[in-house]
């Protein structure tokens, strides 16, 4: 067996597998041999049928199994001789294989890049201050209030939070909205919905919320709606300029509860200062937490931005499909339809090949960190994150061990995933801290 290594590029490698026809031969033979002691004909006892009966019985099934064995045992033995760190086979192309006669097999991979490593034991980091302000725990314990609003009907004009009863309808140069969207006909007309005046969070009709202060009930008014330059919900409307006949069917404002006991008692405080307390260490927590995800991207990108080597386009291939699946999973679930994907699928391709280079460069670096620092996977390891992921999905531990067990691929990602998780953690726990000065609130003059 002859082997030798042509590149195609940096990353990507021919491996060439030369068999002498002794070789291939006996590799035949041996499939015929092992076919032949399994093979139950009539009137022969098993193993015992002749070879050429074996050969016209079995025939299609040898050559298959045969030509499987002669590419594994070359692949296997050319990785070997050669050394080459294989990352993903690409392609296979083994020529005619037939007994008697040389055979030459063509293996297209793709290697694991060689890059030097820069300092990673001092990366710098910014993160903000964990002790809340006054100013933060008031705001936090008036959104606990808002929480258990009440909504009263208030015989004024709409102001801002507020909620208002309406029906609308809408065209577009004057035509109906629900003529262009009648799967969707929501955004052209509803006999009566709700709206927050002024709100921060936009409803279903961008800006419609902006439009409806100082109108008391059974009040009509026509607004001009702008949708964005790209509506996702329904490309229909993207960019155009729409009105909306608008009535006003209610008022109801907005009436926060009480800081009495029973509202203390709800929020597990004895008292104003013990809820405030409580309040503090909740935001602490959670400013941790931002602090400790905003240090995992700084890290990462800082390292990833020191350096610059070709990528594996195999790998950029298979992350890209995957960045492509979780996106249009994730907008199917939010209503966006099948045609506005087909519209942008190249704009889409484009930025999914761009986030997958980015992913797979870092994974690359984490990787080589890894290997650097021996960092393994541990049974606890794998214990806490089937934990998590139990608790996650509501599917039992055994039921996950199992599918994991099932599918090695899976597994193989997972056990990836936890090592490279375990990386960034002690990026971390080596990095440069430098804390940001607190914001100071301003205060009207």
Do not use: C
């Not at 009863?165 to 004057?174: A, F, P």
């Not at 990528?311 to 291939?317: E, F, G, N, V, Y």
């Amino acid at each position: 067996m002859n082997i030798s290594v042509q590149d195609q590029s940096v990353t990507r490698k021919s491996l060439v597998v030369t068999l002498e026809a002794g070789e291939v031969s006996a590799q035949h033979a041996a499939t015929v041999a092992e076919f032949a002691r399994m093979a139950r004909l009539p009137g022969f006892r098993p193993g015992k049928a002749p070879t050429d009966m074996v050969l016209k019985r079995f025939g299609k099934d040898i050559a298959d199994e045969f030509k499987q064995k002669v590419v594994s045992k070359a692949y296997q033995t050319g990785l070997a001789q050669s050394k080459l760190d294989v990352m993903q086979l690409v392609d296979a192309v083994p020529g005619e294989l037939v007994s008697g006669q040389a055979a030459e097999i063509r293996f297209t991979v793709d290697v694991r890049p060689q890059f030097e490593l820069p300092a990673y034991d001092a990366l710098e980091t910014e993160v903000a201050p964990v002790e809340a302000t006054d100013e933060e725990v008031d705001r936090a314990i008036e959104a606990m209030r808002a929480e258990r609003a009440d909504f009263r009907v208030a015989e004024r004009a709409s102001a801002k939070g507020d909620f208002v009863k309406l029906s609308y309808e809408g065209t577009v140069d004057g035509k109906p909205i629900a003529d262009l969207s009648p799967d969707r006909p929501i955004y052209g007309k509803a006999p009566q919905t709700w709206e927050e005046v002024d709100g921060s969070q936009e409803g279903l009709i961008p800006g419609l919320g902006r439009e409806l202060s100082g109108l008391k009930t059974g009040e009509k008014r026509t607004v001009e709606i702008a949708f964005p330059a790209e509506f996702a919900p329904l490309p229909a409307l993207a960019g155009a300029k729409a009105k909306y006949a608008v009535e006003i069917l209610e008022v109801r404002e907005r009436v926060l509860p009480e800081i009495n006991d029973e509202f203390l008692k709800s929020h597990q405080a004895d008292s104003l200062d013990a809820l405030k307390t409580n309040v503090r260490n909740s935001l602490r927590m959670q400013k941790e937490y931002q602090n400790k995800s905003l240090q995992r991207r700084q890290v990462t990108e800082a390292l990833v931005s020191k350096l610059e080597f070709e990528l594996p386009a195999s790998l950029i291939d298979l992350e890209t499909q995957d960045v492509l699946r979780q996106f249009i999973e994730e907008n199917m679930r939010r209503g966006v339809p099948q045609e506005q994907f087909e519209k942008d699928k190249k704009e889409l391709f484009e930025n999914a090949r761009k986030a997958a280079a980015a992913r797979v460069k870092m994974q690359l670096v984490l990787g080589r960190i890894a290997d650097q620092e021996g960092i393994k996977l541990t049974e606890n390891d794998m214990n806490s994150f089937i934990y998590r992921e139990s608790m996650r999905s509501g599917v039992s531990a055994d039921k996950l061990v199992k599918q994991l067990s099932k599918d090695r691929e899976q597994l193989r990602s997972m056990q990836q995933n936890i090592i490279l998780d375990k990386t960034v953690e002690f990026l971390v726990s080596k990095a440069k801290v430098t804390t940001k000065a607190p914001e100071t609130s301003k205060s009207s003059s």
